[in-house]
T-cell receptor, first 111, second 112 residues
Framework: NAGVTQTPKFQVLKTGQSMTLQCAQD?????MYWYRQDPGMGLRLIYY???????DKGEVPNGYNVSRLNKREFSLRLESAAPSQTSVYFC??????????FGSGTQLSVL | EDKVVQSPLSLVVHEGDTVTLNCSYE??????LLWYKQEKKAPTFLFML????IEKKSGRLSSILDKKELFSILNITATQTGDSAIYLC????????????FGTGTKLQVIP
């Protein structure tokens, strides 16, 4: 029982490159989230999906797109990476409450 | 805009001290207030509070919510070096009642 799986764990990009962060959960939860964490900034919500087929912007959506592919998978895409997107990215899921279950994170560096 | 504010931002204490961490919130469609502990990787869940005045306890940690004044506190008694971590406060609510907003965290360092 893996819980929430994020790939990749580490990534280095050059400015302007694109990439997709993958997240999959086997907990059968309806809601999924993408956060970024920067030093001193806590966790900031990028996008969330309350249920399959819906997505909503969080606090810092600019520069990102998301796809809720099915109930299990929620991907985050950077179309043209910028150094300001250097961060640790966490995917999370939950079923009907704010008690989130997190993936192990993706450390992204944009040079 | 939904907002969760934590104080202090950082704290250094000696083993055995008692600490109080604060969290205030302004969240539409508020449903719950949660505390998480983050050491090296992903946050781990500590407490979820939905009703005012009911204290949640787990060993040396306890938390309480005041829905009238829109704040919560997390107390840690007899601190140990293993309590060193970032403590995150989060609020559930927002649009569709499914938005989870985090504060910036309080970094606690416990020194021997």
């Amino acid at each position: 029982n893996a819980g929430v799986t994020q790939t990749p764990k580490f990534q280095v990009l050059k400015t302007g490159q694109s990439m997709t962060l993958q997240c999959a959960q086997d907990m059968n939860h309806n809601s999924m989230y993408w956060y970024r964490q920067d030093p001193g900034m806590g966790l900031r919500l990028i996008y969330y999906s309350a249920s399959e087929g819906t997505t909503d912007k969080g606090e810092v959506p600019n520069g990102y797109n998301v796809s809720r592919l099915n109930k299990r998978e929620f991907s985050l895409r950077l179309e043209s990476a910028a150094p300001s997107q250097t961060s640790v990215y966490f995917c999370a899921c939950t079923q009907g409450s704010a008690k989130l279950f997190f993936g192990s994170g993706t450390q992204l560096s944009v040079l | 805009e939904d907002k969760v504010v934590q104080s202090p931002l950082s704290l250094v204490v000696h083993e055995g001290d008692t600490v109080t961490l604060n969290c205030s919130y302004e969240v539409t469609n508020f449903r719950s207030l949660l505390w998480y502990k983050q050491e090296k990787k992903a946050p781990t869940f500590l407490f979820m509070l939905t009703s005012s005045g009911i204290e949640k306890k787990s060993g040396r940690l306890s938390s309480i919510l005041d829905k009238k004044e829109l704040f919560s506190i997390l107390n840690i008694t007899a601190t140990q070096t293993g309590d060193s971590a970032i403590y995150l406060c989060a609020s559930g609510g927002g649009k569709g009642y499914q938005k989870v907003t985090f504060g910036t965290g309080t970094k606690l360092q416990v020194i021997p």
